[in-house]
């Protein structure tokens, strides 16, 4: 895949490489906060093999956003799934935290997956637990919506969308 850059002066979002997912897999020291992100099917501990397998490498848009110093700061992936362009996987660096940097992800991801898909709304799930990850998505105007039928761990995740027009 060719690589695209979407971003300003401070970031930029382009397709990720393999050399990202290497650095990624350094994010991730448990099966907790593997699971948090990738989800209950995930494999921990994992291999390079497993962990490009778990994410669908090449199969789904995979995107790595850097710093104004070219640092990976987080990644993120999206698809359309039950009509929608769905947000997948989103993390930042560890490091990075606390900073605003999932905003500016979530922001990007949205701005680049519009062109991407003929959808009318976002959508993306996230662990009851994970607070802080829930207040950015509920800051950037996502809702909680009815949980898919058929779609597992309505017990554990909120599903939460959103319009693609709507402003930030």
Not at 64 to 81: I, K, N, S
């Amino acid at each position: 895949m060719s690589v695209a850059s979407f971003g300003n002066d401070h970031w930029t979002l382009k397709r990720a490489t393999s050399a990202d997912i290497d650095e990624l897999m350094r994010w991730f020291s448990d099966a907790e906060a593997i699971n948090i992100w990738g989800g209950p099917t995930f494999r921990y501990p994992f291999t390079r093999a497993t962990f490009f397998e778990d994410i669908s490498w090449g199969r789904m848009a995979s995107f790595a956003l850097y710093d104004a110093a070219e640092t990976l700061a987080a990644f993120g992936q999206v698809y359309e799934r039950i009509g929608r362009i769905n947000l997948a996987r989103l993390v930042v660096k560890p490091a990075m935290r606390g900073q605003g940097v999932g905003k500016r992800l979530v922001e990007l991801l949205m701005s680049v997956s519009a062109s991407m898909y003929a959808c009318d709304e976002y959508s993306l799930f996230v662990y009851r637990g994970n607070i802080a990850a829930y207040a950015c998505y509920k800051s950037m105007g996502f809702a909680v919506s009815d949980y898919p039928e058929g779609v597992p761990h309505a017990d554990v995740c909120y599903y939460l969308t959103r319009p693609v027009e709507a402003q930030l």
